[in-house]
């Protein structure tokens, strides 16, 4: 198989839009979840043989190796681009699991809740230190005097700008979307 590759870890909840704007740039995407959920995926005729783009394979956090074995024949070679929004208790023995499967130096997007990691606090070390690593910290947004949640919307365009900058080969940071904690009044 040609062409780019990414997984998307957790990418078949909130972060579903950003695996379906991956597969609508021609990405080939794999998805390990536990359960099912299908991301639009096209078909690309390339010299006569069309493929899907988006790929769920069964997996758990619980079993990160079972999870890289799967995702690695899903991939069907290195990955370009590791997504990542992995729950903190699984989240150092599933990146370390999956480290084999990218390509060298390919960039990583970790995703942490605003109860991970933080602006005052700060954010977790990098676990994956060969691989340049994007941190997107999501937030809260304030809205008619009141504070909410970030829609699945919100979330996959602050995870899509990570996706951008580490593509684009942009030095290691972390960028906060939306605000650190709701505002009482």
Known sequence: MSGKRALVLGGTGMLAGCAEALVADGWHV????????????????????GHRKALWVEATWSEPAALAERAARALGGP????VAWVHRTERISVLRAVAALLAPGAPVVEVHGSASANPVGGCPDPVLPDHPTQQVVLGFVRHAGRTRWLTHREISAGVLDGVRRALAGK?????????FRPVHR
Do not use: F
């Open 30 to 49: 794999v998805l390990p979840s536990r359960r099912y959920a299908p991301i639009p995926a096209v078909e690309h005729n390339g010299g006569g043989n």
């Open 79 to 82: 990955a370009d681009l590791l």
């Open 171 to 179: 030095p290691p940071a972390v960028h906060q979307v939306g605000e």
